[in-house]
């Protein structure tokens, strides 16, 4: 089983529509998650970082953490072209940064 | 600033040559990490440094040395590569070894003829 398990897609939503981005992972004993966003050929960027269960909200994008089902997901609201991209979740292990394989999204104007 | 600096962004090297990546952050992050990467792949882990020290070395081949002179900068030694080691090598920093956000550098893209 892999350690952090994501979609691959591709996932294509319209433009202005929620683009709903899930991720699962092994270790009960993960602490702290996180979403990072590539652009082809581009480097990762963080978006965001969560460690407590529940909502966190940065502009449109929202995070969720349940611990307990062991899934955090991203959310992002009011989708643009610009937000086309591979989208990584992770999670930090024993002080490695463990990456899922990616979703790749696709906003279509 | 949330800054991570390599050096160079694109590198071409026989396998023959020796050359080296370079990686600087001012942030006052503890912990550095170097990944690499592959087409449509994840970044995959190879070595940590935590505190100036190297924490996790994940079976890397020799032939990549890393090196860390001081808080802030962190070195990859190449050696004798292989035409598959031809990936983007990224640089990533964060404020402590665990539990932390972590920042990455735009990347060295690295090809081996």
């Known amino acids: 089983q892999k350690e952090v398990e994501q979609n691959s897609g591709p996932l294509s939503v319209p433009e202005g529509a929620i683009a709903s981005l899930n991720c699962t992972y092994s270790?009960?004993?993960?602490?702290?998650f996180f979403w990072y966003r590539q652009y082809s050929g581009k480097s990762p960027e963080l978006i965001m970082f969560i460690y407590s269960n529940g909502d966190k909200e940065d502009g449109r994008f929202t995070a969720q953490l349940n611990k307990a089902s062991q899934y955090v997901s991203l959310l992002i609201r009011d989708s643009q072209p610009s937000d086309s991209a591979t989208y990584l979740c992770?999670?930090?292990?024993?002080?490695?940064?463990?990456f899922g394989q990616g979703t790749e999204l696709s906003v279509k104007p | 600033d949330t800054e991570v600096t390599q050096t160079p962004k694109h590198l071409v090297m026989g396998m023959t040559n020796k050359k080296s990546l370079k990686c600087e952050q001012h942030m006052g992050h503890r912990a550095m990490y170097w990944y690499k990467q592959k087409a449509k792949k994840p970044p995959e882990l190879m070595f940590v440094?935590?505190?100036?020290?190297?924490?996790i070395n994940e079976s890397v081949p020799s032939r990549f040395s890393p090196e860390c002179p001081n808080s802030s900068l962190l070195n990859l030694h190449l050696h004798a590569l292989q035409p598959e080691d031809s990936a983007l090598y990224l640089c990533a920093s964060s404020q402590g070894p665990s539990g932390t956000e972590a920042f990455f550098g735009q990347g060295t893209r690295l090809t081996v003829v």
């Open positions: 270790d009960r004993g993960s602490q702290s």
């Open positions: 992770g999670h930090n292990q024993g002080g490695k940064l463990i």
């Open positions: 440094y935590s505190y100036e020290k190297l924490s």
